[in-house]
């Protein structure tokens, strides 16, 4: 893949989005992924976070990322994948080197390098202050769903998305394979959802989103043409937190208005 797949933290002029998909591969389309049921775990204990230490923060992250292994690893195994664990890097830091280029945008609060299989979480002042945040765990489990899509030969297949970036059809692609990662974020969250104790009004908060703050004037931003609008956001979560399965997250067969 040319380049990392990043994520800003609920991380152009609009043009009209055309009604049918594109037609993209079968491995894009009719993924065995999409028939594996939901997801292999409920429940997911979360540690207590009391002082927002950097120690704390990532015993946090390795909890939940024990969680989504859990989660994800019958389920790719029952789509006749071989499933290895991604690995898991926090930096308080800019400037980090990886395999896919180093991390120097502090608006990136994660990224998924597929050259190595690997997750980097930047453990920012305000990640550390507020570290059990529901964004941080969905943010981390978003990535986590471009290494389910890495695994199941997803990645490999949108490559030339990223690699043209430069026109309307591309960056519809992209916005497919972003959105996915969100389905399976909240395929995730939903599953193990009642084990949390979390209220109801995290996931609301969540779903509201503040990506683009001019987004209801109409004007799209950079982050809408690669990760899309918060409506198309706000759809896809809702669809993988209800179905706790990857069924939900079939973004290549959608209609172009809705990964707008």
């Known amino acids: 893949m040319a380049g990392a797949l990043a994520g800003v933290l609920f991380a152009g002029t609009a043009h009209a989005a055309t009604s049918s998909a594109p037609s993209y591969k079968p491995v894009l389309t009719k993924n065995k992924l999409y028939k594996t049921g939901k997801l292999g775990v409920s429940v997911c204990e979360e540690p207590e976070v009391l002082r927002g230490t950097v120690d704390e923060a990532e015993l946090y992250f390795e909890?939940?990322?024990?969680?989504?292994n859990r989660a994800w690893s019958p389920v790719v195994k029952k789509a006749g994948y071989r499933f290895t664990r991604s690995k898991l890097t926090v930096y308080t830091k800019l400037g980090l080197k990886t395999p896919?280029?180093?991390?120097?945008?502090?608006?990136?609060q994660a990224m998924?390098?597929?050259?190595?299989?690997?997750?980097?979480?930047?453990?920012?002042?305000?990640?550390?202050?507020?570290?059990?945040?529901?964004?941080?765990?969905?943010?981390?489990?978003?990535?986590?769903?471009?290494h389910i899509q890495q695994l199941t030969g997803i990645l490999k297949a949108t490559d030339p998305f990223y690699l043209k970036a430069v026109n309307a059809r591309a960056f519809e692609g992209i916005r497919r394979t972003e959105l996915q990662a969100q389905c399976l974020s909240a395929a995730f969250v939903g599953r193990?959802?009642?084990?949390?104790?979390?209220?109801?009004?995290?996931?609301?908060?969540?779903l509201k989103g503040s990506h683009n703050p001019v987004a209801a004037l109409g004007v799209r931003n950079d982050a809408d043409e690669t990760h899309a609008s918060q409506a198309?956001?706000?759809?896809?979560?809702?669809?993988g937190f209800k179905a706790?399965?990857?069924?939900?997250?079939?973004?290549?067969?959608a209609p172009s208005r809705r990964v707008y």
């Open 100 to 108: 896919c280029g180093t991390i120097n945008d502090p608006r990136v």
């Open 244 to 253: 706790q399965s990857a069924s939900a997250c079939n973004t290549f067969t």
């Open 192 to 206: 193990v959802w009642n084990s949390l104790g979390r209220p109801d009004t995290d996931w609301s908060i969540l």
């Open 63 to 68: 909890a939940v990322m024990d969680c989504l």
């Open 232 to 239: 198309s956001n706000k759809y896809w979560l809702e669809r």
């Open 112 to 146: 998924y390098c597929p050259d190595n299989k690997s997750m980097y979480f930047y453990l920012s002042d305000n990640v550390i202050e507020e570290p059990s945040d529901l964004a941080l765990m969905q943010t981390l489990a978003h990535e986590y769903g471009h």
